[in-house]
């Protein structure tokens, strides 16, 4: 009989921050039974992915897999830990566990997608225990930035494994158990084998802050603030959203809640009985008659992303509402590496109206929903693993958590995305690379990165495109000119003259001296076609487009 092995095995949210999706198998190599940790999304950017909605983790080797998968567990239900679940679900048909508000927030998102919610099931926190195969998962109660986050404790045949999932160390979270030291330390000295851990901000050398130190800066600035106050933070984020909340009211401001998450996001929280003194709310249209000063709106987009209010009432009236000189915006989040551009976009366009802007340069109006590095050690010091797997981080982040363990005697690995582990002994094995990668939502649409869509798009945007349509009679000769007409690029170049009517003299030219054999031959005369069009475009304007040939041929029947 062959050895059972552990293993660990990242699809997604090892070397990024987003799209987290960890495997875990025991048995037999090959015949492992496995469990999937959450199933989360990043997003695009115009650069890389344009036009695409959503980038999620490349399933395919659990896909090819999926009989031997026993359970899927969702930690909380940040986007990138739940959001790829609804569109990926149907390709791995396990049962769904989580907390109540992490299960209503996936509910949700399966219903929008058209699919069916009964896979998602509610399980209470520790010591409730979930049986998956040979695991036995407790979800163990940690701080974060949004209610009911978890850690899993997963029990195995070989050792006890405790994934952290996203957490920090907030003894007052405002809503939400508050970190129990006890509980770890009791973890900890019951054993822990392997313990994967968040990796974000392993950077930061300082202790991180409780969600309590924000509201006395919050209520003055809200108080002091002369014209209307909008604030943006993440939708999920439901202790800052109160804490928003509460200044308004003590300010005398009413509340208007600004975007598609942020009603949604209160209305959950509220129907799990987490949120049950947040003021009342006013319409957008009830908030623009009331006096400025007596307004505070609380929006989606913290992030800069176009089509969340933020970004639609910067660039102007936005559900009957219009930003005025004198007014203030309050960013009461952190800006995700990768969206600076984005946000600036948007502080810009708040400043041309003259809005007061605030950030989080000071502190004083966000923290991090993730531990840093002394209480990343801190944690360290209490679960006391054999071994340390960083997670949720890229790759620097990853290296430099690693090499923190190695300095406290832990035995470490870093494993990027697709890099598998075998935990059976007393280290960490890199056994296996996975080949894996992303997958493009766009539209209704889901694709692999390999499928070359994304790359023919930003080729298109790059270079711009020649659309060549030629029709071929009965005889095989060309019947009239073919006709071009080029998008994405200059109306005219060089010779001063329209560039389609250049390219339609130059494929003229061509197909008059073509001899027979190449006009009956598809393949070789479109791609002539595509060789003259190039030539003339790299004369006419210096640029060499795609190029799309089309050839209708006629039949004599």
């Not at 974060?144 to 070989?158: G, N």
Request: hydrophobic share 40%; proline share 5%; charged share 25%.
């Amino acid at each position: 009989m062959k050895a059972e092995r552990l293993i660990y095995l990242p699809l997604g949210g090892a070397g990024e921050v987003g799209m987290n999706a960890y495997v875990y198998g025991y048995g037999p190599k090959g015949k492992e039974r496995l469990i999937l940790v959450d199933l989360g999304v990043t997003f695009p950017d115009m650069d890389g992915t344009p036009g695409v909605d959503l980038i999620l983790p490349d399933i395919t080797w659990l896909e090819e897999r999926r009989d031997r998968l026993e359970a899927i567990f969702i930690t909380h239900a940040h986007e990138d830990h739940v959001s790829a679940l609804s569109h990926l679900w149907q390709r791995l048909k396990a049962p769904v566990y989580a907390r109540d508000f992490t299960a209503r927030i996936a509910t949700k998102k399966m219903i929008e997608a058209g699919q069916s919610a009964d896979p998602v099931k509610t399980v209470a926190p520790m010591p409730e225990v979930i049986e998956a195969g040979p695991f036995s998962v407790q979800f163990v109660p940690v701080s974060h930035s949004l209610p009911e986050a978890s850690a899993l404790l997963i029990e195995t045949p070989a050792g006890r494994i405790l994934h952290t999932g996203d957490f920090k160390l907030d003894v007052a979270p405002g809503i939400g158990a508050p970190f129990d030291e006890d509980v770890f330390a009791r973890l900890g000295a019951e054993g822990i084998k392997a313990l994967v851990c968040d990796s974000t901000n392993v950077f930061t050398p300082h202790p991180g802050r409780s969600e309590s130190t924000l509201p006395a800066a919050i209520t003055e600035l809200v108080r002091n603030a002369p014209g209307m106050v909008v604030a943006t933070t993440f939708a999920s984020n439901v202790a800052r959203l109160r804490t928003l909340a509460f200044a308004a009211r003590d300010a005398g401001r009413s509340v208007c809640l600004l975007g598609r998450a942020m009603h949604n996001m209160v209305r959950t929280a509220t129907e799990a009985k987490l949120l049950t003194d947040f003021p009342a709310t006013v319409t957008p249209e009830e908030a623009a008659a009331l006096p400025r000063q007596n307004v505070m709106v609380i929006a989606t987009g913290s992030q800069g992303e176009r089509r969340a209010a933020s970004a639609q009432l910067a660039r102007g009236t936005y559900m009957g509402l219009t930003l005025k000189e004198g007014d203030t915006f309050l960013f009461s989040a952190m800006t995700i590496p990768g969206n600076e551009r984005e946000v600036l976009r948007v502080v810009n366009a708040l400043s041309e109206r003259g809005v007061d802007v605030v950030d989080n340069s000071t502190g004083a109006y966000h923290v991090s929903g993730h531990a840093n590095r002394p209480d990343l050690e801190r944690m360290h010091d209490l679960l006391k693993p054999q071994m340390l797997v960083p997670m949720h981080g890229e790759h620097r982040h990853l290296r430099r958590h690693a090499k923190i363990a190695a300095e406290r005697g832990i035995a470490s690995a870093v494993a990027p995305n697709g890099t598998m582990l075998d935990l059976t002994g007393d280290v960490p094995v890199v056994v296996d690379q996975v080949q894996n990668g992303r997958l493009y939502l766009d539209g209704t649409a889901v694709y692999g990165a390999m499928e070359g869509v994304v790359r023919e798009r930003i080729r298109m945007a790059l270079n711009g495109l020649v659309l060549v349509t030629l029709i071929i009679d009965e005889d095989g000769m060309p019947l009239g000119d073919a006709w071009a007409d080029a998008q994405g690029l200059a109306r005219q170049g060089r010779s001063r003259r329209a560039l389609n009517e250049v390219i339609e003299e130059e494929l003229a030219e061509e197909l008059d001296r073509a001899n027979r054999k190449l006009l009956d031959n598809d393949d070789k005369l479109i791609e002539t076609i595509k060789r003259r069009v190039r030539a003339c475009c790299v004369d006419e304007i210096g640029k060499k487009p795609e190029v799309t040939v089309v050839v209708s041929r006629l039949s004599d029947n």
